[in-house]
């Protein structure tokens, strides 16, 4: 059983930028990918960006590509995603899981984070 912790959301202008990290424990993180997924109010929940377990794979959506970086540090067993260019249109509730990715539309996220929250203003 693994357990993600999500922080470092909260609010920024336009342009702004946000590290999220993704704090895992109880279960061997180092051994599943890690995704990171965003779901604004009324709207699907959709992938952001992933790494594989040992971080060299790195896939993003399109319209975040070039703005943020997923990165993980197994030796402290934590995530994280650094949002650069921030745009109101980035503003979700951004959850973390682990688990075994295929590609971006065909995973299998084993454990979620309740997430956290970002805020983009203009």
């Known amino acids: 059983q693994v357990t993600l912790v999500e922080s470092g959301g909260g609010f920024v202008q336009a342009g702004g930028s946000l590290r999220l990290s993704c704090a895992a424990s109880g279960g061997t993180f180092s051994e599943y990918a890690m995704a990171w997924f965003r779901q604004a109010p009324g709207k699907e929940r959709e992938f952001v960006a992933s790494t594989s377990a040992s971080g060299t794979i790195r896939w993003y959506a399109e319209t975040v590509r070039g703005r943020f970086t997923v990165s993980r540090d197994n030796a402290i067993d934590t995530g994280f995603l650094e949002m650069n260019s921030l745009k109101p249109e980035d503003s979700a509730n951004y959850s973390c899981?682990?688990?075994?990715?295929?590609?971006?539309?065909?995973?299998?996220?084993?454990?979620w984070g309740r997430g956290t929250l970002v805020t983009v203003s203009l």
């Open positions: 899981a682990v688990g075994y990715m295929f590609s971006q539309k065909n995973y299998i996220m084993h454990y």
